[in-house]
Structure formats: structure tokens, C-alpha cells
């Protein structure tokens, strides 16, 4: 029985490992600190097992040298960090509303671990809508699409050839850009009620300049931004959940 297959076998498994892995590391959810090593390693171990069969056929077939691995493997690597990078940027969106909707409400200095994006800190509305994000992601079943959408990665950035980087750079652009446009429209009832709130509280503090009005309406600003948040939550990811759906079907085609 010959074996001479074993040794082009675990090279492919490397590259796609090289791929996958870094992209799992880098995804929202799966970067977080308090998610274990080990289990993140398992992971993308087991989930290269599972899309060998599907991928392989995409590397060379025939015997591979050492300087020609070495270049699909650094390739590899750099895929998966363009697309797990662009990934985490697209996530980013949630900080920004939440950013934005804190300092409306007077919570800007409310600061937590986000565990979305590594640990972070950031605004506990955008630590919230990130997670909940995360959750609506499964529960919605567009994990679905974002396995196509890795799949469908290997025909948009075929290994072995050379990394477009600037098309690689146009695309983190423009995600980036959309994040921020999303992100200021999930939390733009937020921006009116601020002019509106601090216009009036502005009004109030020259009509009576010996109140100390900013601070004594701080805890009805508070109250009022809860209580919109919990109003407009569906909006908000309504929102949210479009624009990472919009981004997956593209990279799907």
C-alpha cells in the first residue's frame, strides 16, 4: 500500500489551517481573551477537517517545493488576516452607535470589555449591541451565510496568487465607511434628542443662571436615553443585522 499521498495531504491541511485559523482568531466573538486558546485552536482545527474536502481542490495537486510552500502559506496567512481584519471592522459599527448613544446620554464614561473585538474597552451600549449582534447572528441562522461566504473567499482570492492589495485596501475603505454610516444611523434619534435635550437645558441655564441645570438634569437625561434605547432596540438592530447581511452576500456573489 502506498502512502506517498500522506505528505501533499498535510500540506494542504496546513495552508487551509494557515487560512481559516487566522481568520478564526481575528472573527468577532471567537478574538475574545476570555474565550480559551486551547478551544480556539480546536476550532479551527476541526473546522479545517470539515472543509478539506471541500477546499483541497483549489491547492496544487502535484508536489509542492520548499521556497513555492513556504509562499502559499505566507499567502494563506494574509488572506486570512485581510478578510478576519475587514470582518472586525465591519463589527465596528456597533461601537460607533454605542459610542455616539452614550455620550447623548450622558454615559460616555461608562467603559467595559468588549468581548467581540479582543477585550477592548468601549461604551457599554456598544459592548451590548455588539453582543446581542453576535447572538441575533446564530439565532437568525447568518452563520449560515458567513460559512458561504469563507467558502466562497478561496474563489475570490485563489491560493497561490498574488494578494491585490490595493483591492484589498478599497474594500476595508468601504467597509469602513459603511460601519461609520450605519453606525450614525442606528443612533441618530439619539443625536436629536440630544440637540433637543441640551438645547432646552442650554435655554433653561441663561434663564436661571444660579441652577446648576446640567446637573440636575443629568439623571432625566439618563432615564430618557434608557428608555429610548429600550424603545428603538429593534430599530437599532434591524439595522445592524442589514449591514452585516448586505456584507455577507456580497462576498457570497
Same mark, same amino acid.
Given at each position: 500500500?502506498?502512502?506517498?499521498?500522506?505528505?501533499?495531504?498535510?500540506?494542504?491541511? +496546513?495552508?487551509?489551517?494557515? !487560512?481559516?485559523?487566522?481568520?478564526?482568531?481575528?472573527? =468577532?466573538?471567537?478574538?475574545?481573551?476570555?474565550? =480559551?486558546? !486551547?478551544?480556539?485552536?480546536?476550532?479551527?482545527?476541526?473546522?479545517?477537517?470539515?472543509?478539506?474536502?471541500?477546499?483541497?481542490?483549489?491547492?496544487?495537486?502535484?508536489?509542492?517545493?520548499?521556497? =513555492?510552500?513556504?509562499?502559499?502559506? $505566507?499567502?494563506?496567512?494574509?488572506?486570512?488576516?485581510?478578510?478576519?481584519?475587514?470582518?472586525?471592522?465591519?463589527?465596528?459599527?456597533?461601537?460607533?452607535?454605542?459610542?455616539?448613544?452614550? @455620550?447623548?446620554?450622558?454615559?460616555?464614561?461608562?467603559?467595559?470589555?468588549?468581548?467581540?473585538?479582543?477585550?477592548?474597552?468601549?461604551?457599554? @451600549?456598544?459592548? @451590548?449591541?455588539?453582543?446581542?449582534?453576535?447572538?441575533?447572528?446564530?439565532?437568525?441562522?447568518?452563520?449560515?451565510?458567513?460559512?458561504?461566504? +469563507?467558502?466562497?473567499?478561496?474563489?475570490?482570492?485563489?491560493?497561490?496568487?498574488?494578494?491585490?492589495? !490595493?483591492?484589498?485596501?478599497?474594500?476595508?475603505?468601504?467597509?469602513?465607511?459603511?460601519?461609520?454610516?450605519?453606525?450614525?444611523?442606528?443612533?441618530?434619534? @439619539?443625536?436629536?434628542?440630544g440637540l433637543v435635550f441640551y438645547f432646552g437645558l442650554g435655554?433653561?441655564? !441663561?434663564?436661571?443662571?444660579?441652577?446648576?441645570?446640567?446637573?440636575?438634569?443629568?439623571?432625566?437625561?439618563?432615564?430618557?436615553?434608557?428608555? $429610548?434605547?429600550?424603545?428603538?432596540?429593534?430599530?437599532?438592530?434591524?439595522?445592524?443585522?442589514?449591514?452585516?447581511?448586505?456584507?455577507?452576500?456580497?462576498?457570497?456573489?
Amino acid at each position: 500500500m502506498s502512502i506517498d499521498w500522506l505528505p501533499q495531504t498535510a500540506l494542504i491541511y +496546513i495552508l487551509i489551517f494557515a !487560512r481559516l485559523g487566522t481568520l478564526i482568531m481575528l472573527m =468577532p466573538g471567537f478574538s475574545s481573551q476570555r474565550l =480559551p486558546m !486551547r478551544m480556539r485552536l480546536t476550532l479551527a482545527l476541526v473546522f479545517t477537517f470539515i472543509m478539506y474536502p471541500l477546499i483541497s481542490q483549489y491547492y496544487p495537486t502535484q508536489t509542492v517545493t520548499f521556497y =513555492p510552500a513556504i509562499f502559499l502559506l $505566507l499567502s494563506e496567512i494574509g488572506v486570512g488576516l485581510i478578510i478576519g481584519g475587514v470582518t472586525r471592522i465591519l463589527m465596528s459599527a456597533a461601537q460607533v452607535a454605542g459610542t455616539v448613544i452614550a @455620550f447623548q446620554t450622558g454615559l460616555s464614561f461608562a467603559q467595559t470589555a468588549d468581548p467581540t473585538q479582543g477585550g477592548v474597552q468601549g461604551a457599554i @451600549f456598544g459592548n @451590548f449591541i455588539a453582543v446581542l449582534g453576535v447572538t441575533m447572528v446564530f439565532t437568525l441562522d447568518l452563520h449560515h451565510l458567513v460559512l458561504a461566504a +469563507i467558502y466562497n473567499s478561496y474563489s475570490l482570492f485563489l491560493p497561490g496568487a498574488a494578494l491585490d492589495l !490595493r483591492d484589498a485596501a478599497d474594500m476595508a475603505i468601504e467597509v469602513i465607511a459603511g460601519s461609520f454610516v450605519v453606525g450614525v444611523q442606528m443612533s441618530a434619534p @439619539f443625536i436629536v434628542f440630544g440637540l433637543v435635550f441640551y438645547f432646552g437645558l442650554g435655554l433653561l441655564a !441663561r434663564l436661571m443662571p444660579q441652577l446648576q441645570v446640567f446637573f440636575i438634569a443629568m439623571p432625566a437625561n439618563i432615564a430618557i436615553g434608557l428608555l $429610548l434605547f429600550v424603545l428603538l432596540l429593534t430599530m437599532i438592530m434591524t439595522w445592524y443585522m442589514n449591514h452585516i447581511e448586505q456584507f455577507l452576500l456580497r462576498m457570497i456573489g
